[in-house]
């Protein structure tokens, strides 16, 4: 199965002040048909996850413009431009280029 | 705006069958671009995919699962349900049904969960 690996796992931020999170795989996540599947989710406390990225950098319907991916091959990094307090939570990389699709290990965004 | 629903025990015995239901609604499960799949969560723990399936009943499962899980649709219903069989302690999660679209291979929409623990 392909490793996906997320750092850091916990991230400390200033309201206002962006936060970066690496996803970084185990392989290429480019597919034979040229796409590259792989996308973003946030859990915030209590929640269900929430698509926020799909293919590397398209932002779901709703997503705010402060969240954007970007990455290719096996390095992969959601940025967000100025955190707000909704934005506390655990954020989830997932690859779907390989069977069977794995996810990273979660990044936990907390507001210091 | 399409929902998904799960239902089922919250509390199932080691060796037994666990059972779960998804009920969508705002939108049909016969569409052919989305898959429907099962995700769970252990406690304190990251994501992990089980299965998914077509409205045609094809289905796909994890490989580390697939001995004991189950996958199926209920196209009248607007239904999917997931069975495991044979749990122990390490099934016990919050499990998750959600929807795979197929252009982006994610995961779009998703319920709320359930808790079921084994014990």
């Known amino acids: 199965d392909i490793v996906m690996t997320q750092t850091p796992l916990s991230s400390p931020v200033t309201l206002g002040q962006p936060a970066s999170i690496s996803c970084r795989s185990s392989q290429s996540l480019v597919h034979s048909n040229g796409n590259t599947y792989l996308s973003w989710l946030q859990q915030r406390p209590g929640q269900p996850p929430r698509l926020l990225i799909y293919?590397?950098?398209n932002r779901f319907s709703g997503v705010p413009d402060r969240f954007s991916g970007s990455g290719a091959g096996t390095d992969f990094t959601l940025k967000i431009s100025r955190v707000e307090a909704e934005d506390v939570g655990v954020y989830y990389c997932?690859?779907?280029?390989?069977?069977?699709?794995?996810f990273g290990q979660g990044t936990k965004v907390e507001i210091k | 705006q399409v929902q998904l629903q799960e239902s089922g025990p919250g509390l199932v015995k080691p060796s037994q069958t666990l059972s779960l239901t998804c009920t969508v609604s705002?939108?049909?499960?016969?569409?052919?671009?989305?898959?429907w799949s099962w995700v769970r969560q252990s406690p304190g723990k990251g994501l992990e995919w089980i299965a998914y399936?077509?409205?045609?009943?094809?289905?796909y499962y994890s490989p580390s699962l697939k001995s004991r899980v189950t996958i199926s649709v209920d196209t009248s219903k607007n239904q999917f349900s997931l069975k495991v069989n044979s749990v122990t302690a390490a099934d016990t999660a919050v499990y998750y049904c959600a929807r795979r679209e197929l252009d982006g291979d994610a995961f779009d929409i998703w319920g709320q969960g359930t808790m079921v623990t084994v014990s």
């Open positions: 997932m690859q779907a280029t390989h069977f069977p699709r794995t």
């Open positions: 705002g939108g049909s499960i016969g569409s052919a671009d989305y898959y």
């Open positions: 293919k590397v950098s």
């Open positions: 399936i077509y409205y045609s009943g094809s289905a």
